[in-house]
């Protein structure tokens, strides 16, 4: 079974974890070099229990030594109450258009039924496009579930470079973050729901697994969780991660032959594989080691 949802939290940072051994925690953080020039490229995972803390010391290391971080998209943008307002109006079907009309009675009951079981209004949510709708739960069990994205990595470091005066940028604004992830064609609603729902059922096993990878900077694992759904869903795969990186890679190559030291911080899930981050890179002549 392809792990959509796993994977998105791998990708979009929207992350949790499990509690670690201290000796165990590594990360995903890697020092770039080339002509003489250091940066460093981060993996995140955006949302922790208080209980998963500290965030592996190699994420401080980067950080004291940069004199910039830049992050995904603006983070101080999703901060404020517009954000919302953007996510619910982008998110919302056609006038007049349900989830029933794009699924099948079968789908619809199964939806409905794990919408009741998370406390979720089936009418309410039913109003979204499917994979906002999808995410709306995995929301729901991550908040009851005790996770909190105050504490996840991108949090963390954005609040670290605020109180520090640590100057911030970004990849990607909101509304291009909205864009790729919204970017689905509603005959597929059938099979992405479906598939979905058996995933949630395997939840906190999944979790588990990619945090696991996370906090002791497993390569492999994090590579095969960010990649297992391309075959079942590549329009997203191509949106959430192909198009992505290709935007990034246009970036990144300006930020690191800066003199001063940056800190790009993004989902862990874009950093490898043939069309990962890091790989690209390379080509290019950087150089990378794992701290």
Same mark, same amino acid.
């Given at each position: 079974?392809?792990?959509?949802? =796993?994977?998105? =939290?791998?990708?979009?940072?929207l992350g949790v974890s499990t509690q670690a051994q201290e000796n165990t925690l590594k990360g995903h953080v890697w020092k770039v070099t080339k002509a003489g020039k250091t940066h460093y490229l981060g993996g995140s995972i955006h949302a922790l229990k208080a209980s998963d803390l500290p965030i592996p010391e190699a994420y401080n290391t980067a950080f004291d030594n940069a004199k910039s971080i830049v992050f995904e998209t603006d983070i101080a943008a999703t901060q404020k109450p517009e954000f919302s307002q953007k996510i619910m109006m982008n998110a919302a079907l056609p006038e007049g258009k349900t989830l029933k009309d794009f699924v099948s009675d079968e789908t619809y009951q199964k939806f409905d039924k794990v919408c009741q079981e998370n406390g979720i209004p089936t009418?309410? =949510?039913?109003r979204m496009k499917p994979m906002m709708g999808i995410l709306a739960i995995t929301f729901q069990k991550l908040y009851q579930s005790g996770y909190d994205a105050t504490? +996840?990595?991108?949090?963390v470091y954005f609040g670290k470079?605020?109180?520090?005066?640590?100057?911030? +940028?970004?990849?990607?604004?909101?509304?291009?973050?909205i864009?790729?992830?919204?970017?689905?064609?509603?005959?597929?609603?059938?099979?992405?729901?479906?598939?979905?729902?058996?995933?949630l059922g395997l939840f906190n096993s999944y979790m588990n697994n990619l945090v696991s990878a996370w906090k002791s900077g497993d390569i492999k694992s994090i590579d095969e969780i960010?990649?297992?759904?391309?075959?079942?869903?590549?329009?997203?795969?191509?949106?959430?991660?192909?198009k992505r990186n290709a935007n990034w890679l246009e970036q990144l190559p300006t930020l690191f032959d800066k003199e001063d030291t940056t800190f790009v911080l993004v989902g862990a899930g874009h950093l490898y594989g043939e069309k990962g981050l890091i790989p690209q890179l390379e080509k290019q002549g950087y150089q990378f080691e794992q701290l």
């Open positions: 079974m392809k792990k959509l949802i =796993i994977s998105l =939290i791998a990708t979009l940072g009418a309410q =949510i039913s504490k +996840g990595v991108d949090q470079a605020t109180a520090n005066n640590t100057q911030t +940028g970004y990849l990607e604004t909101i509304d291009e973050q864009n790729y992830l919204l970017d689905f064609d509603l005959d597929y609603a059938d099979d992405l729901i479906n598939k979905q729902i058996k995933e960010s990649n297992d759904w391309q075959s079942d869903f590549p329009k997203l795969y191509e949106n959430l991660i192909l």
